[in-house]
């Protein structure tokens, strides 16, 4: 509907100065002829006036205006949350029943808004302050949001909206949940020290009586190994030690049993719970024997005090009790060295023990030779760098040493240059199969050495490397839980000199060591898996053998699925997993299993599951709102003046309310003078003669005259 206005404007035709002037002049000749008595002094005002107002240029504006149709935002929460039992429908239902009283209502227009899914959680507050900037205020006659009152960014509601804001909750009265809340957990642990986890169980909404109260079943498992059975009771904080078991993520998974009675709880996803756990070693301590001085002795010591993280220990032979040079024994050492308190009292304190060179010349007694030996197979790790000696009689293998290690020496020396071969099995394992520059790869071929002993590997080590006659030169075996590596010459300084171009032997000489500590990445069979961008599972299977079986995944839901892994070199296997939701999801290939948790065990969005509109009802109080439960039904839609109460209860349901606006819209503007030109002309012509009549007594004689008859 369009509807006219009137209004006045101006035009100067010589400008506001020239038209300022004429009025000054006008003011000025009308006191001047009052000053002298002059009768006409107001008709010559008038006509000054009247001449300034014509050089103005007054003109009449006709606007055109057009009233504007009022607007109302429908905002719908299609978040994760909103999947919950019956909370879709309800949704539905009333979107189109809020959408089809605002189409019968006349000149009002819907804006609906949509809250799709978010990682990050329902932005709704967010979502609410775009959608009132995006429309003019003077339109908007109110605001209706269908949600669950479960938001993430409350920070981001605006304090207050230019129309009522009303609140339509999804969800039942008797709805109730059960979550489990981790309260407290470390992001990293020292391996083997127990570390605290402290959580709790929180019961939402309308717990029903057989259920509240009642403690909860929790199981709880490192890693997928076995799981531990707790019983908790709900709201009271519980303190749980798990214990890092090896480096890097180590993955617990904690989980709680549905209540046996009673009606279900609304979802079971925030029953579960993930939390990573990194695994981290105290200082490496390594014991280091060197049983005579030549030239690669400082090999060894030279790694090991490269890496701040070890504590080493170093105990050198510097003279065999055989020798007789006449030197006291109090000026080669100032003070007794510890063997009792190495070697017997904190043997076990070692993470690593390596033996350089040693020959067995009475220095240790055999009963530390057995602790040594009972260390390895607790548990602990022997590194063997052998030289001549191990062909002779004061070799390792004739101590009871020789029960654990991975070969066993012929008596042959050999002296004899060779370049050091990667074997089958040592392209595979993970100690060899990396090592910058092995033949084959794209580097250099490796130096030579010049010497090995000859030994027989025992059948259940594997052989990574050969030397001369592709004569075993680096063997790496198992004895009980602990590992053994020997390694049969003493020329790997030859390749830290850069003799004939060198090799890698500071890399070879750690691999074998954090291989000998059980290092995971060092492990040859493993199963890894790591969560790409996708999110995607990036499975890897390590291996010796030739062949692997297909990697079976459980996921977060219980559905059980198969993967092939494709080869990806020698002893590789590979593929990749869509997962179709966040969780925790469970792969075993064989006797390997491994746990990796995608995004939270419990999405955020289910963190919280019960209806609550606690946070948006400032801003609907602010703006005379309300917020209703759609259990009730779908309120009726009514129209109150602004400033007045927006909801109330009906006859038989409860109402809401927008306000009108009656904003308008300036379509046109037509434009005329106040006045044509003649017509000024006459009017101050008129008021000129006015003047000079009354100045000149006409009018007083007629008026005289008149009297005098």
Do not use: C
């Not at 799709?116 to 009132?132: H, K, Q």
């Not at 790694?303 to 055989?322: A, E, G, M, W």
């Not at 109460?645 to 606006?661: E, K």
């Amino acid at each position: 509907m369009s509807v006219a206005g009137l209004g006045l404007g101006f035009a100067p035709l010589l400008g506001w100065g020239v038209v300022a002037a004429a009025l000054a002049l006008a003011l000025l000749a009308a006191a001047l002829a009052w000053w002298r008595g002059l009768r006409g002094w107001p008709w010559r005002l008038a006509a000054g006036l009247a001449a300034a107002a014509a050089m103005a240029g007054p003109m009449l504006e006709t606007g055109v205006r057009r009233a504007l149709s009022d607007i109302v935002l429908l905002v719908e929460d299609h978040s994760a949350s909103q999947s919950l039992p019956g909370r879709a429908a309800q949704l539905a239902a009333a979107s189109e029943a809020m959408a089809a009283q605002i189409a019968a209502r006349p000149d009002t227009e819907l804006r609906r808004v949509t809250l799709a899914d978010d990682p990050d959680g329902t932005l709704l507050g967010e979502t609410i302050a775009r959608a009132l900037a995006a429309e003019p205020e003077s339109r908007l006659a109110g605001v209706i949001v269908i949600t669950d009152g479960r938001l993430h960014d409350p920070a981001a509601l605006p304090a207050e909206a230019p129309a009522p804001v009303h609140v339509l909750l999804t969800g039942q009265a008797e709805d109730w949940d059960r979550r489990l809340v981790i309260e407290e957990s470390p992001g990293f642990g020292l391996i083997g020290q127990p570390v605290t986890l402290r959580l709790r169980i929180e019961d939402q909404g309308a717990v029903p009586d057989v259920v509240a109260g009642r403690a909860a079943t929790l199981r709880l498992s490192l890693d997928g190994e076995d799981e531990q059975i707790i019983s908790i009771p709900p709201g009271m904080p519980l303190d749980i030690q798990v214990t890092p078991e090896h480096p890097g993520q180590n993955v617990v998974a904690l989980a709680l049993d549905p209540p046996d009675a009673g009606p279900p709880q609304l979802t079971e996803l925030n029953d579960r719970a993930v939390v990573r756990i990194e695994g981290v070693r105290d200082r490496l301590r390594v014991l280091l024997v060197s049983g005579e001085p030549h030239p690669g002795g400082r090999v060894w010591r030279n790694i090991l005090k490269s890496d701040t993280n070890v504590d080493l220990v170093h105990f050198t032979i510097l003279r065999p009790p055989d020798k007789m040079d006449g030197v006291p024994v109090d000026e080669l050492a100032l003070i007794a060295f510890p063997t009792e308190a190495l070697f017997h009292d904190r043997i076990n304190d070692f993470d690593l023990i390596i033996f350089d060179r040693y020959r067995v010349r009475g220095i240790l007694p055999p009963q530390y030779f057995d602790n040594i030996r009972r260390y390895v197979e607790a548990g602990g790790a022997l590194l063997v760098a052998s030289g001549p000696e191990m062909a002779g009689v004061e070799s390792l293998h004739l101590s009871p040493l020789g029960a654990i290690l991975p070969a066993r020496p012929t008596g042959r020396f050999v002296d004899a240059p060779f370049r050091p071969q990667l074997t089958e099995a040592g392209r595979r394992h993970p100690v060899t199969a990396a090592l910058q520059g092995a033949p084959g790869s794209d580097g250099a071929p490796w130096g030579r050495w010049l010497r090995m002993g000859e030994v027989v590997a025992d059948p259940r080590a594997e052989v990574l490397m050969t030397g001369e006659g592709e004569r075993p030169l680096l063997v790496a075996g198992r004895a009980g839980q602990g590992r053994v590596a020997l390694l049969t010459s003493d020329q790997v300084w030859l390749w830290g000199r850069g003799f004939e171009g060198g090799g890698p032997q500071a890399e070879l000489l750690r691999r074998v060591a954090h291989w000998s500590m059980k290092e995971p990445d060092l492990e040859e069979e493993t199963l890894s898996v790591r969560v790409a961008e996708g999110p995607v599972l990036a499975i890897t299977r390590r291996t010796m053998e030739d062949a692997i079986g297909p990697v079976e995944i459980i996921r977060p839901d219980g559905a059980t699925a198969t993967l092939a892994l494709e080869p990806e070199g020698a002893g590789r296997f590979s593929g990749r997993f869509p997962a179709p939701a966040p969780g925790l999801y469970r792969l075993a290939e064989g006797e390997l299993t491994r746990v990796v948790a995608v995004g939270p065990a419990a999405p955020r969005e289910f963190e919280q599951t019960v209806a609550d509109a606690a946070a948006l009802e400032p801003l609907v109080a602010a703006m005379q709102g309300a917020v209703l439960p759609l259990s009730e039904g779908v309120p009726d839609l009514r129209t109150v003046a602004v400033g007045r109460q927006a909801h109330g209860q009906g006859i038989a349901r409860p109402w809401i309310a927008i306000t009108p606006r009656g904003a308008e819209a300036v379509e046109g503007l037509a434009v005329r003078p106040l006045l044509p030109p003649w017509a000024w002309l006459l009017l101050i012509a008129g008021l000129a003669l006015a003047a000079w009549l009354a100045e000149g007594g006409r009018l007083r004689t007629r008026r005289e005259d008149s009297g005098v008859r």
